[in-house]
DNA sequence: CACTATAACTTCCCTATAGAACTATATAAG
DNA sequence: CTTATATAGTTCTATAGGGAAGTTATAGTG
C-alpha cells in the first residue's frame, strides 16, 4: 500500500492486541475519535469493511461487530451495496437521561421522602378513567414531599387501584416504597409506564410545599404504571421546580472523547 | 426433549427460516414477546445461549447477537459466568424522543418560519461567555416565531458568531435556514450540540407572540452548537407552549408490541 | 443514443469452531 | 468446620469462510 493520506489526523491508530480492552471496541473507538476530530466528517463513506480488515489486521466478523455498533449508536448509517456513511447531527436522535431523578430515590441519606397525606377515596371521573376502573371505586390516595439534601424538590401526588388481593397496596402505603417503585425490588410488579412532561404553574399549595414564590413555573411529569396483566397500577404526577432539576442531553459527538 | 412448559405463553414459536426477516431478529422478537406476555419476568434467567442453540437449532453467534441487541436495548443485562437476566423497569432508562419537535422544521408547508428580528449587535457578558468571544464583539441576533398550522408554536432567540469567514452566517440569516439547522444540508456544519431544557414563565413579549395570557408557563429548550473545531456557532433558547408540544416516554415493554 | 448484460464491489446473514474469562458447585484435604 | 481444588456451566472474544442481496460502473448490443 503506497497510497497514503496525510497521516496526521487518526489515520496512524492501530489495534494493540495485548490491551485489555477488545479488539472490537478499539475499532469502535478509533473510528469515533475519527469522527469526533473531523477526520471524518458527516456524509462521508467509511472505508469498506475489506478495507478496514486489511488496516487493521483483523476478522471480518469483528469489524462488522464494530460497525453494527456504530450503526445502533446512530453514528454511521449503513446502506447494502453502497456503504456505510458518518450521519450528520439530528434532533431526532436526542434522547434525555432521567438519572438525575433516578437519583432522588437511591439510598441516599441526605434524600428523604416525607409522606404528606394516605387514605382511601373514591375515585373521581378522570382517576376511574385512567386507572380504568369504575367511578366511585375506592383507591388509595397518596401524597408525597421529597426532599433532595433538605431541600424540598418535588411534590408527588399518586392515585393507587385499591385490591387487597395485590401485596403492592401494603407496601405502597410506606413511605419509603416509592423507591421500589422506581428500579428497587417492587419494580417486579410492574411491566411498563407511561411518561408524559410539561410545563404547568405552581399552585398556592404546591409552592408553599415547596418554598417557592408564586407565580412560578415547574415540571409536571406524569407517570402510569401498568402491572403484567396491561391493567393500571398507579397513576399520578411530580412537580418540580424546574431549577432542582434540568434535562440536558447531547446531539453528536463531544470532543474530547 | 420431553420437559415441556405450559406451553401456552411463547414457548411454543420457532424460527422461520423462509421469512424476510433474519433469524437473529426473529429471536429478539421472540423473546420480547415472552417478555411482554409475562412468560418471562424481571430477575428470571434466560435459557443459556447453548439451550436457545438447541431449542431453535441456530448457531451460536447468531443467538449471542440476538442477545447483544436485547441487551443494548436494555431489556436484559447479561453477567459473564452467570447468565442473562431480564431487567426491571427502571426510570433511568427513560428517553424522550424530539420528533415531534424535529417535524416543526420539517418542509411541510403547514409549518412556517416568520423572522421578526435579525441584526449585527454586540455581544453582552451572558452571550459573550456561552460562545467564548470576548464581550462586545459583534454577533448575530436572530428572533423567530415558527407557526405550526398557523398556529404560533415557538419562540426562538438565537446568537449566532458573526465570522464573514465562515458561510453558515449568511445562510443562517435567512428565514428557511433555521430547518438546515436540525437536520437538514446544514447540520453537516455542525459537530455536535448541547439541549438543556427547563420550565419558565412566559414574558409579556413572548406571551403577546404565542397568543397566551398570562400567568403561564412554558418549556424553555436551550440549544448551543459547536463546529468541527469545537467552537461555539450558535445559542439561543425555543420557547414553547406545553399544551402545544408535550414529551413522552415509555418505559419497558408496551402490551401489544 | 438507449437499453441490457456483466462484473466488481459493497453490505448483510449465517454457520462452525476454538479458546479465554468468570462463576458457582461439588469434592477432597487440612 | 474451614479451606483449597477440580469441574461444569456460563458469557465473552475472535477467527475463517460461504453465500445472499443490493449498488454502481462498464462493456456490449440493438
Redesign the interface.
Known amino acids: 500500500m503506497d497510497m497514503q493520506k496525510a497521516a496526521g489526523s487518526g489515520e496512524s491508530e492501530g489495534i494493540d492486541r495485548t490491551a485489555f480492552e477488545p479488539v472490537y471496541a478499539q475499532l469502535v473507538n478509533i473510528l469515533r475519535r475519527q469522527v ?1 476530530s ?1 477526520f471524518l ?3 462521508d463513506q467509511l472505508p469498506s469493511e475489506a478495507q478496514l480488515c486489511r488496516r487493521y489486521g483483523i476478522s471480518p ?1 469483528t469489524v462488522r461487530r464494530a460497525i453494527n455498533i456504530l450503526v ?1 449508536q446512530g453514528i454511521v448509517v449503513a446502506e447494502q451495496g453502497r456503504g456505510t456513511f458518518i450521519r ?5 436522535t ?6 438525575r ?2 437519583e432522588l ?1 437511591e439510598d441516599d441519606p441526605r434524600n428523604t421522602v416525607r409522606l404528606l397525606q394516605a387514605r382511601i377515596m373514591a375515585a373521581d371521573e378522570r382517576t376511574a378513567a385512567k386507572l380504568q376502573v369504575a367511578p366511585g371505586q375506592r383507591v388509595i390516595y397518596i401524597r408525597r414531599l421529597i426532599l433532595a439534601c433538605d431541600e424540598p424538590t418535588l411534590c408527588h401526588v399518586e392515585y393507587v387501584v385499591y385490591d387487597p388481593a395485590r401485596p403492592v397496596v401494603e407496601a405502597e402505603m410506606d413511605v419509603t416504597a416509592l423507591r421500589g417503585l ?2 428497587g425490588a417492587g ?2 410488579m ?12 405552581l399552585t398556592e399549595e404546591e409552592a408553599a410545599l415547596l418554598q417557592a414564590s408564586r ?5 409536571r411529569i406524569e407517570h402510569l404504571f ?1 402491572d ?3 391493567r393500571p397500577v398507579s397513576w399520578g404526577w411530580f412537580i418540580c421546580r ?2 432542582r432539576l ?10 474530547a472523547e
Open positions: 469526533a473531523g466528517r458527516p456524509g466478523m445502533d450528520p447531527v439530528e434532533l431526532g436526542a434522547s434525555f437521561q432521567l438519572q431523578l433516578q430515590f422506581f428500579g419494580a417486579t410492574l411491566k411498563h409506564g407511561d411518561l408524559s412532561v410539561e410545563a404547568t404553574l407565580p412560578a413555573a415547574a415540571f401498568f403484567f396483566d396491561d424546574s431549577d434540568r434535562f440536558t442531553s447531547r446531539l453528536g459527538l463531544r470532543g
